[in-house]
T-cell receptor, first 117, second 117 residues
Framework: AQTVTQSQPEMSVQEAETVTLSCTYD???????LFWYKQPPSRQMILVIR??????QNATENRFSVNFQKAAKSFSLKISDSQLGDTAMYFC??????????????FGKGTHLIIQP | GAVVSQHPSRVICKSGTSVKIECRSL??????MFWYRQFPKQSLMLMAT?????????EQGVEKDKFLINHASLTLSTLTVTSAHPEDSSFYIC?????????????FGSGTQLSVL
C-alpha cells in the first residue's frame, strides 16, 4: 500500500515570504501522479499543482513550484511571495497511473499553513 | 464549465435514520466517482470507488452495507449512509475524473457535512 507523509502539522510565515511544505511518499510503483491540494475553510478542494512521475522537470504554477526527487520519494511544495489568501490546509496526494482507468488518491495528513500579515 | 455538484451541503439527522448524498457531474460524463470521508482536522480517506453500471469497490475497513453507493448513470452517483450513528458524523466528499486517467481534470464536489444526533 502507498503512504504519504507530511511531517509539518502547522507552519506560519509572514506575508511575502517563501515557504516550503514537505511531503514524502512510499511506493514500489514506477508510474504515478503526485498532487498538492489546498483546502481553505470552505473545505472545497483546490488543485495547486500536479506532477507526473515520469517527468523529470519540476512542475510550476505561478508562485507555486515543486521539488520532485523521485529516488528520495520526496515532493515538496514551495510557495513564493506568500499571500494572506494562501492560508489553508495543504494536502499532498498520490495516485498510481493505471492505464485501465482512474484510481483514488491517497492523501497525507496535511499541513496547516498560516500566512501572517 | 465542468463541475461536480454535491448535495446536500449539510445534513443533520437522528440516529438510526438513513441519509442520501448526491453527486452530479455537470457538462461531462463521470464513469468513475470516488467517495472520501474527512473527520475534523484530519485528512481525506478514500472510502470507495464507484463505476457506472457496476458494483462499487470499497476500501478495507469500510462497511459496504452501511455505506451504499449507487452509480446508475454517467452523471449521478449517490452515497447512502444507512442507519446512521453519531460515529458516522463526518465530512463526505465526492470526486470524479473527466476522461480515463486524466488527473488534470479531476473535479471535487463541495462536500457534505453529516451530523448524526
Amino acid at each position: 500500500a502507498q503512504t504519504v507523509t507530511q511531517s509539518q502539522p502547522e507552519m506560519s510565515v509572514q506575508e511575502a515570504e517563501t515557504v516550503t511544505l514537505s511531503c514524502t511518499y512510499d511506493t514500489s510503483e514506477n508510474n504515478y501522479y503526485l498532487f498538492w491540494y489546498k483546502q481553505p475553510p470552505s473545505r472545497q478542494m483546490i488543485l495547486v499543482i500536479r506532477q507526473e512521475a515520469y517527468k523529470q522537470q519540476n512542475a510550476t504554477e505561478n508562485r507555486f513550484s515543486v521539488n520532485f526527487q523521485k529516488a528520495a520519494k520526496s515532493f515538496s511544495l514551495k510557495i513564493s511571495d506568500s499571500q494572506l489568501g494562501d492560508t489553508a490546509m495543504y494536502f499532498c496526494a498520490f495516485t498510481m497511473y493505471s492505464g485501465g482507468g482512474a484510481d483514488g488518491l491517497t492523501f497525507g495528513k496535511g499541513t496547516h499553513l498560516i500566512i501572517q500579515p | 464549465g465542468a463541475v461536480v455538484s454535491q448535495h446536500p451541503s449539510r445534513v443533520i439527522c437522528k440516529s438510526g435514520t438513513s441519509v442520501k448524498i448526491e453527486c452530479r457531474s455537470l457538462d461531462f460524463q463521470a464513469t468513475t466517482m470516488f467517495w472520501y470521508r474527512q473527520f475534523p482536522k484530519q485528512s481525506l480517506m478514500l472510502m470507495a470507488t464507484s463505476n457506472e453500471g457496476s458494483k462499487a469497490t470499497y476500501e478495507q475497513g469500510v462497511e459496504k452495507d452501511k455505506f451504499l453507493i449507487n452509480h446508475a448513470s454517467l452523471t449521478l452517483s449517490t452515497l447512502t449512509v444507512t442507519s446512521a450513528h453519531p460515529e458516522d458524523s463526518s465530512f463526505y466528499i465526492c470526486s470524479a475524473p473527466r476522461g480515463r486517467g486524466l488527473y488534470e481534470k479531476l473535479f471535487f464536489g463541495s462536500g457534505t457535512q453529516l451530523s448524526v444526533l
